[in-house]
């Protein structure tokens, strides 16, 4: 029951009176403190100086040209780009350079570069905004001033600065790859004539032991081992016949009749001439063999003419015997077997030489060939690349790819970007409300006067017979209506500051006033 009562004492209407009474006396420093934060605050707002921030908008255009006829060898990474554009021109005597340009700083002479390049690249902003209907990329450029023209200028500079930087990068980067590519072909054309004169010498060199004409060498090898064969049983033939004549010579036996007058020189003459014949489908017109025959037959046609002008002349006709006859073309067939069979073995050693060194000419050979090929292939791509990079460069030079230009240029601001004197000067008066509150409860925290009955029973744990109200003089009650006025005039001070904020951010009458403390 105790505790409710005392609950009920607390929250009664004479607590709630005696409050009131206490903050109606301590009143003139509640509203002296509150005065002077809110003048203190308003102040430092109004004389803060204005930044007027203006924009400029960038629009990133589509190549001009269709990329299924021609593409530009620059890549299209708009967020990419900008940021690397940007990190180009914001660097230290980018911005330092931007600053004497419009005198931003004018007059303030302790300032390092990399003072103003810090504060440059703080006031200015770079964005992506939210892309349209139809996918394009817009990017946002401002920056923060204390006039609005030297905003709209410096913005529109940054601006300009951006797009020559976008131009200058991807020409640069168009003729970069095109300087490239030519070093490429350049490079690849000269391995390939490199590799062309090696094979050329390969084949020069070892022109008897080629791959290519190896299956030709195995069928003359062929055709050469069945002549040989041919020429031995041949002479193995001519030597039976020779011992046969000989012996039936010396045994008195009949001699077999020839069968025509020719002389030995002309059968044989007729001998060699088949036998060129015989081999005009196996060797070439030009092959040892065929020149060595056809010398051989104009030899003997000499011989033949001139025996037959020896025996017109003389008048001796004295024709020779078979026998002579018969072992004279045998010998002299023999001889040319002889003859044959040294140059065909010859030959063979050639043949089987060049055959035998034929794989490993061939892996050499194979092996040169594909390096030639893939450089070959090598140098085919970059031929084509070079083309794409000198249509790329054409345009990049034309701009006729992905470029920049400006949507909105920036234009002076009407209204300061900030502060916000408006919620300042609010804050101020809630932050010198808050002040006055506080002083006015430090005071009751410190003051233990005893100014109630019931904290005089609380104390004494008596009962007080009757209460007598503080009586005041007259003085005290003048002293009391001049604190009022006080307070009166204070408060009209008040609200004429509510109301220069108020004019302040309707039309910015207070600029001029700013600029000057900017300046000072």
Known sequence: MQSNQC?????????????????????????????LVAAAGIATVMLLPPVYRASSKILVETPQISADLARSTVASDSPSQIQVITESILTTASLVNLADQFHVYEGRTNMTDFDVAQDMAKRIGVGQ????????????????????????????EIASRILSENIRQRT??????LDFFKQEVDRLSAS??????????????????????????????????????????????????????????????????????????????????????????????????????????ATVKAEVLAASKAANAADVKRPATDLDVELAGIDDRLAFITQEKASITADLADLSKSIAATPANEAVLNALERDYNDVKAQHSAAVSRLADASTGEQIELRSKGERLTILEPAVPPQRPYSPNRTRLGLLSIAAAI???AGVVALLEYLNKTIRRPVQLTRALDIEPLATIPIIRTKRERQRQRLLLTGMAVAGSIVVIALALVAVHYATGSFNGMGMGVAKI
């Not at 640069?172 to 790859?177: H, S």
């Open 172 to 177: 640069a980067r168009a003729g970069d790859t």
């Open 192 to 297: 390939l004539t490199d590799l062309e004169g090696k094979i050329l010498a390969f084949k020069n060199k070892n022109a008897d032991a080629l791959p290519d004409s190896l299956d030709f060498r195995r069928n003359q090898q062929s055709s050469q081992q069945e002549r040989l064969q041919l020429l031995v049983r041949e002479e193995a033939t001519l030597r039976s016949r020779k011992t046969n004549l000989t012996e039936a010579f010396n045994s008195g036996a009949a001699l077999p009749v020839s069968s025509g007058p020719q002389t030995p020189q002309e059968r044989l003459l007729d001998q060699l001439e088949q036998t060129l014949a015989a081999q005009t489908g196996i060797y070439a017109d030009d092959s040892p063999n065929m020149l060595a025959i056809k010398a051989r037959i």
């Open 129 to 156: 905004l939210p892309m349209d209907l139809r996918g394009a990329a817009t990017f946002d450029v401002s920056f923060d001033a204390e006039t609005p023209e030297l905003s709209a200028d410096v913005t529109n």
């Open 434 to 436: 808050a002040v006055g």
């Open 7 to 35: 609950l009920g004492d607390t929250l009664s209407g004479t607590d709630i009176l005696f409050y009131l009474a206490v903050f109606w006396r301590r009143l003139p420093y509640f509203v002296g403190a509150a005065l």
